[in-house]
């Protein structure tokens, strides 16, 4: 019997941009108190890091341009994301 796993991520909440470029950029807002998994999504190749005051590094982890990702989080962090090559934009959308 062959069957097809669901991964429901939960209901979609609040999204925060931010611009990233040779400097890191950061979200401004912490994520919400009942936060625990965020959806992540880079307009450029970058490298990302999650924290309670993240500055992101180029020995971060890398995320590949305008692939979503999925993070736990712990509430009260922010995401925060510099280029691999060339500036973006950072979304983060809180998941509930």
Do not use: H
């Not at 890191?24 to 009942?34: C, E, F, K, R």
């Not at 450029?44 to 500055?55: L, Y």
Request: glycine share 10%; net charge positive.
């Amino acid at each position: 019997m062959s069957g097809t796993q669901c991964w429901a991520p939960g209901r979609l909440s609040t999204t925060q941009n931010v611009a990233y470029t040779a400097s890191a950029g950061t979200i401004s807002n912490a994520v919400g108190a009942q936060t625990y998994k965020v959806r992540v999504v880079a307009t450029t190749a970058a490298f990302i890091t999650i924290g309670n005051s993240p500055t992101a590094t180029t020995s971060d982890t890398y995320m590949p341009a305008g692939i979503p990702e999925y993070f736990t989080i712990t509430p009260g962090q922010k995401v925060s994301a510099i280029r691999a090559s060339a500036d973006g934009t950072l979304y983060v959308t809180e998941i509930g």
